[in-house]
């Protein structure tokens, strides 16, 4: 029996919509679907979801959203980076943590999106 949610979609707001969504669609090559318009929404690879202590949410009207970070996990931090700068992709710095080791994706718009390699179990079955 399924549970009762489904999925799940998660919201980007940027600067340069249209330059962040080729972005994904074509330097990252996550499968989309135009929902009309141009307004592509793309497909996620598999996903978890961690809950942190935050400080303060993010308001969306008069409720308090609870605030959001989106990194891409990968299980090769390394030659994702070299992959992703061969296609002109700026990568942040690297930084090991405890929970495995990171960076940042510059995307179009100025924003960034986390990049990094697990050393923590997974929820998802590709990890090694």
């Not at 318009?37 to 009207?61: C, D, Q, Y």
């Not at 002109?88 to 986390?114: A, D, H, L």
Request: aromatic content about 8%; overall charge neutral.
């Amino acid at each position: 029996m399924r549970g009762m949610i489904q999925g799940a979609h998660v919201m980007l707001f940027s600067k340069d919509a249209e330059g962040d969504r080729a972005f994904l669609r074509d330097v990252l090559g996550l499968a989309h679907v135009d929902a009309g318009h141009g307004w592509l929404i793309f497909g996620m690879p598999p996903s978890e979801v961690a809950v942190h202590p935050e400080e303060g949410n993010a308001k969306r009207g008069e409720r308090a959203m609870a605030g959001a970070e989106l990194y891409f996990m990968c299980e090769d931090l390394k030659g994702t980076m070299k992959a992703l700068e061969a296609k002109g992709v700026k990568c942040g710095k690297v930084e090991k943590e405890r929970w495995g080791t990171r960076t940042t994706i510059g995307m179009p718009s100025g924003g960034e999106v986390g990049l990094y390699e697990p050393t923590h179990k997974t929820a998802i079955p590709w990890k090694k």
